[in-house]
């Protein structure tokens, strides 16, 4: 059982340069979620996805897009990167029906913007 | 609005100390408790966690018991290892929406 699956796990980008980070997960979860985590500031919530079809800005989307292809994945890009969205970025996922259901996280996608 | 707030670090305890990792949250309604950890060059993992007020979550040896009174939701462990080393997070989400909030982290060190 895979779970979250991210790629890539590691890209370095010119400042302008466009990417999109894939996530999927075989866990027949219904809510995604992108994070990003910096030194001193925890997770920030990017965008989510409460379900197939939807999708809601969270703490910090500028300067990023999301797209829920299909139930399992959720793909997050930058257009245009900047230096300030050097990060480790984490998708996520849960079973929105279980009223206390957890966060499922990948193992992360670490971006370097020079 | 919906925040957490946890200890700072770095924490480096000797092996076989007691952990406390403090994390209070301010919510309306009756949030869900979370703790997670991170491994070093892995992603977040749930330690424990807690749906209601004077639930206790326990996993591995750690604790931690949703306390409404005083908002506060402590990890504890009664004696820590080496591989306990990793960063920690407080976590909550609120009774309604599908949003988590995360605190800052605490990275543990455990010297043996």
């Known amino acids: 059982n895979a779970g979250v699956t991210q790629t890539p796990k590691f890209q370095v980008l010119k400042t302008g340069q466009s990417m999109t980070l894939q996530c999927a997960q075989d866990m027949n979860h219904n809510s995604m979620y992108w994070y990003r985590q910096d030194p001193g500031m925890g997770l920030r919530l990017i965008y989510y996805s409460a379900s197939e079809g939807t999708t809601d800005k969270g703490e910090v989307p500028n300067g990023y897009n999301v797209s829920r292809l299909n139930k399992r994945e959720f793909s997050l890009r930058l257009e245009s990167a900047a230096p300030s969205q050097t990060s480790v970025y984490f998708c996520?996922?849960?079973?929105?029906?279980?009223?206390?259901?957890?966060?499922?996280f990948g193992e992360g996608s670490r971006l370097t913007v020079l | 609005g919906n925040s957490v707030t946890q200890m700072e670090g770095p924490v480096t305890l000797s092996e076989e100390a007691f952990l406390t990792i403090n994390c209070t949250y301010t919510a309306t309604g009756y949030p869900s408790l979370f703790w997670y950890v991170q491994y070093p060059g892995e992603g977040l993992q749930l330690l424990l966690k807690a749906t209601k007020a004077d639930d206790k979550g326990s996993n591995k040896g750690f604790e931690a018991t949703y306390r409404k009174e005083t908002t506060s939701f402590h990890l504890e462990k009664g004696s820590v290892q080496v591989s306990d080393s990793a960063v920690y997070f407080c976590a909550l989400r609120g009774n309604t929406g599908n949003q988590f909030y995360f605190g800052t982290g605490t990275s543990l060190t455990v010297i043996p």
């Open positions: 996520a996922s849960r079973l929105q029906a279980a009223s206390t259901g957890e966060l499922f």
